[in-house]
């Protein structure tokens, strides 16, 4: 199957601080790609879903602007956490679906945040 | 809105011992159904989908799953399980043609040697 990489595995960073989290479909093109978050022994909710060129589409009660996302280009989605905190470690997981007809979507092997 | 159940949250099977998770859904038309596999700090591996035609499904490493219409579920079996398949087990729906998966809870699968 086609391939997602997430970039970093994990990251520790200070409260108050930004991390960004990459997501790059290795070997397809993604015209859509979702972020995730995960909470320890718990499902995923999906926060948002951006489109090549376009803004994101936040899930209700995901901030916008804590979460930005990018998808400048058919193969990268970025995910940065802006003036991080504690309640904002969690492991976020993104996937992507490529055009063509794909009908799977494809996921990264996930990023651990801790804000300390 | 689409959703997904999964009744289970912890499933124990002795190595070797058949395994069924079950999973049911609740959507009005005819769903895309998906089990996901979660191994500890990892991201989810595909094992079946199910879009149309033959209710069982088979998948990666010896998984088979069957969509019952009338149940409303999508359960999740293997003959014979191996100490490698540990993990967290997803059950997840995308309703009207979408591919973007809606996920249950989750169950975890644990191992006795």
């Known amino acids: 199957g086609a391939v997602v990489s997430q970039h970093p595995s994990w990251v520790i960073c200070k409260s108050g601080t930004s991390v960004k989290i990459e997501c790059r479909s290795l070997?397809?093109?993604?015209?859509?790609m979702f972020w995730y978050r995960q909470f320890p022994k718990q499902s995923l909710m999906l926060m948002a879903t951006s489109n090549e060129g376009s803004k994101a589409t936040y899930e209700q009660g995901v901030e916008k602007d804590k979460f930005l996302i990018n998808h400048a280009s058919l193969t990268l989605s970025t995910l940065t956490v802006t003036s991080a905190h504690p309640e904002d470690s969690s492991f976020y997981i993104c996937s992507a679906i490529g055009s063509g007809g794909n009908t799977e979507a494809f996921f990264g092997q996930g990023t651990r945040l801790t804000v300390v | 809105a689409q959703s997904v159940t999964q009744p289970d949250i912890h499933i124990t099977v002795s190595e070797g011992a058949s395994l069924e998770l079950r999973c049911n859904y609740s959507?009005?038309?005819?769903?895309?159904l998906f089990w996901y596999v979660q191994s500890p700090g990892q991201g989810l591996q595909l094992l079946l989908k199910y879009f149309s035609g033959d209710t069982l499904v088979q998948g990666i490493k010896g998984f088979e799953a069957e969509f019952k219409r009338s149940q409303s579920s999508f359960n999740l079996r293997k003959p014979s399980v191996h100490w490698s398949d540990a993990a967290e087990y997803f059950c997840a729906v995308g309703a009207g043609g979408s591919y973007i998966p809606t996920f249950g809870r989750g169950t975890s699968l644990i191992v006795h040697p």
């Open positions: 070997d397809f093109q993604a015209t859509t």
């Open positions: 959507y009005g038309a005819t769903p895309y």
